[in-house]
């Protein structure tokens, strides 16, 4: 495996859900106006952070080892 795939599959695996996953935030986040309940789907995973397309109508990246989330349960 190249040095590329290797930071790729790290970053999901620092992610722990897959692309198209629903996520909570757990807490608070002042620095990016998100607040704890928030929910989004993840549209992208990469080395620099998780992409996310938020329910409130816009899209962010995140840092999953400072953002903590947790996926939410399928119904």
Known sequence: MDTIGAR????????????GTTIVLERDSPESGLL???????AEIAPEGVMV???RGFSLQI???RMPYRALEAA
């Open 63 to 65: 840092d999953p080892d």
């Open 8 to 19: 790729h599959l790290a970053a999901r695996l620092r992610a722990r859900v897959p692309v």
């Open 53 to 55: 397309e938020w329910e």
């Open 36 to 42: 704890a309940g928030d929910r989004g789907i993840v």
